[in-house]
């Protein structure tokens, strides 16, 4: 059972546009989000997180988006850029200090 | 500053062989750590997690051992070596509430 879903495999946006990637959720128990960003052949690095608590997380072109009624959350990268080419993971976690990670958005950054 | 080693890098095996990944941190003590794999179409897969000195929990059933013989090492392993081994293996110490911290990883290859 996956408990955290990301349902679109790859993406495709403009250099300079706004790349929006989604992540679906199930376990309502979960009380923080995160996005790693991963490169080929390195490991994933931490990006942004949110708190159940709060709907908004802003940290300069990164913002993420907490919809919990929908068990729904977004990362926004605007404007994008070429290095943000990228897997990009979704994560979830409890007081148990788990994390679960989604199956990942591979993102192009288009010339 | 926290640092977390791999190794080796990369590894070619051939099915049945023996697998030893060795994970080492620097930085920190007490950490809790995790070895998770990255294989095609399967995202980020949870295998195991360590609170401290030879206190493992195992997530998915496998061929797959870890154990944490230090505070500062992780090590995984396995007797006998499946095609389904292959994939690319990430230590990671958790960092603070909700952060994880990766490696650099190893790239395993099974044939």
């Known amino acids: 059972d996956q408990q955290v879903k990301q349902n679109s495999p790859s993406l495709s946006v403009q250099e300079g546009r706004i790349s929006i990637l989604n992540c679906d959720y199930t376990?309502?128990?979960?009380?923080?989000f995160l996005w790693y960003k991963k490169y080929p052949a390195e490991g994933p690095t931490f990006l942004i997180s949110?708190?159940?608590?709060?709907d908004k997380n802003e940290d300069g072109r990164f913002t993420v988006f907490l919809n919990k009624s929908a068990k729904h959350l977004s990362l926004h990268i605007v404007p994008s850029q070429p290095g943000d080419s990228a897997v990009y993971f979704c994560?979830?976690?409890?007081?148990?200090?788990?994390?679960?990670f989604g199956k990942g958005t591979r993102l192009h950054i288009l010339p | 500053s926290q640092t977390i080693h791999q190794w080796p890098a990369t590894l070619v095996q051939p099915v049945g062989s023996p697998l030893s990944l060795e994970c080492t941190v620097e930085?920190?003590?007490?950490?809790?750590l995790y070895w998770y794999r990255q294989a095609a179409g399967r995202g980020l897969q949870l295998l195991f997690y360590?609170?401290?000195?030879?206190?493992i929990s195992s997530e998915v059933p496998q061929n797959l051992s870890a154990s944490r013989p230090q505070d500062r090492q992780f090590i995984l392993s396995s007797k006998k070596l499946l095609l389904s081994d292959s994939g690319f293996y990430l230590c990671?110490?958790?960092?603070?509430?909700?952060?994880?911290?990766f490696g650099p990883g190893t790239r395993l290859t099974v044939l």
């Open positions: 376990n309502s128990m979960f009380d923080y």
């Open positions: 990671a110490l958790g960092v603070g509430y909700n952060e994880q911290f």
């Open positions: 360590s609170i401290g000195i030879g206190q």
């Open positions: 994560a979830a976690g409890n007081r148990d200090d788990k994390i679960i």
């Open positions: 930085g920190t003590s007490n950490p809790n």
């Open positions: 949110i708190s159940s608590i709060k």
